[in-house]
């Protein structure tokens, strides 16, 4: 059974950076296809950013696009989310999520396409 465990959120203000971690437990993490979802209050779950098992492709949600940048190491099971110039509006629980097969494009956007989750990190941005 995999586990994930996300840490790095905090209140920072606007303008700033911070970086997420998500540790997965298993010995077949670099089988996994890794995301990042994003939940603020009264809002649905939103997809941010992924990447493949290879490291080969990305994809982010075009809110984020150009100030995150997610990415991974596989020796240490870990999946990254560097948080650039942030917004209040970044605001919300950020949570990693694993997948397992293909990766599958654009689809990787989809909720549903995961298998795993993680149990969230808080993410504030004061204006």
């Known amino acids: 059974q995999v586990q994930l465990v996300e840490s790095g959120g905090g209140l920072v203000q606007a303008g700033g950076s911070l970086r997420l971690s998500c540790v997965a437990s298993?010995?077949?993490?670099?089988?996994?296809?890794m995301g990042w979802f994003r939940q603020a209050p009264g809002k649905e779950r939103e997809f941010v950013a992924a990447?493949?098992?290879?490291?080969?492709?990305?994809l982010y949600a075009d809110s984020v696009k150009g100030r995150f940048t997610i990415s991974r190491d596989n020796a240490k099971n870990t999946v990254f989310l560097q948080m650039t110039s942030l917004k209040p509006e970044d605001t919300a629980v950020y949570y990693c999520?694993?997948?397992?097969?293909?990766?599958?494009?654009?689809?990787?956007?989809?909720?549903?396409?995961?298998?795993?989750w993680g149990q969230g990190t808080q993410v504030t941005v004061s204006s």
């Open positions: 999520a694993f997948s397992l097969g293909f990766w599958m494009g654009e689809r990787q956007k989809e909720k549903r396409v995961y298998d795993g």
């Open positions: 298993g010995r077949t993490y670099s089988s996994y296809n």
């Open positions: 990447i493949d098992r290879f490291d080969s492709n990305t």
